[in-house]
């Protein structure tokens, strides 16, 4: 369920696709300055890359945008860009790495990017040039789950003042055997404050905020031994949502991981895997209000 891939993973995808100086990607809609800590762009390297866009495509009505002279499409959102789509095909490595991969926003990536050795974590990559996006690093936690971190050119994009439409990005968690240990390394990187949150089921969840507003989430990982890693919710508007895009997944050329399970923190979970193995997660939203603090 979710298996994390090989931890060379982003050294591969960027020295395949990322380190020419000639690099250049398009910016991420900005104008709110930098929101460090902030997930702002999720990245999805396929080895299937046709049919994980019809896949999405028809589940999530997105859209797909090839940037003319390089290996990376735009993936839309109601006409916003939401995320990338790499070509594992197109990439010099010879195992499966397909998964998605989110960055976190930072203001200051050479100093971000030099405190996660000390913090106990691996920097796979050095800070990178994406042209007019901006520099990004990938490392990997104390425990081995992969991210990456971005200071974009032209600014984050700014905070949304509720929640995105069904089929945008929702929320980021990380699946940790240590949530305290992986809560202190991320919060040496970025700006966090953790709030530790009793619920019911989920014993121990923190919730990473910073500039007031909640960034992610940490939780047991709810598979026995599972390596840790990264895992990113879409929106869905109900259970009948839910239900009827679970009841598509397998025609797609995908695979239903967990059904549509009720969360301790409120609304309807579930888990798939596109075409290409990479996971993706699916909440429902809104929540009864008691539990509007969380995903």
Known sequence: ???????????????????PASYDLPPLAGGAGRLPGKVVWHDLISDTPAETARFYGELFGWTFEPVPGVNYTLIRH????????????????DE?????????????????????????????????????????????????AIFALLETVEGDPPDRSGPPAPGGFLWDELWAVDTAGAASFYRRLLPYEAETLALEG???????????????????????????????????????????????VDDLGGRVLQPATAR???????????????????????????AETLP
Do not use: F
């Open 1 to 19: 369920m979710l298996r994390p891939r090989h931890l060379l993973l982003p050294l591969l995808l960027c020295l395949g696709a990322c380190a």
């Open 78 to 93: 109601d006409g916003r860009a939401i995320g990338g789509l790499v070509d594992q095909g197109r990439l010099p490595v």
């Open 96 to 144: 499966d790495i397909s998964q998605w991969v989110a960055l976190l926003a930072v203001d200051d990536i050479e100093g971000a990017a030099a405190a996660v050795g000390p913090s106990g974590g691996r920097l796979l990559t050095t800070p990178t040039s994406l042209g007019r996006r901006g520099r990004v690093a990938v490392a990997a936690d104390p425990e081995g």
């Open 202 to 248: 989920e014993l121990d969840y923190r919730v990473l905020s910073a500039a007031g507003r909640p960034r992610a989430g940490i939780r047991p990982h709810p598979v026995a031994d599972s390596a840790p890693l990264w895992v990113n919710y879409l929106r869905v508007a109900d259970l009948a949502a839910l239900e009827a895009i679970l009841a598509r």
């Open 264 to 290: 301790p923190a409120g609304g309807y979970l579930a888990v798939l895997q596109g075409p290409s193995g990479a996971g993706i997660a699916l909440q429902t939203w809104p929540l009864e209000p008691a």
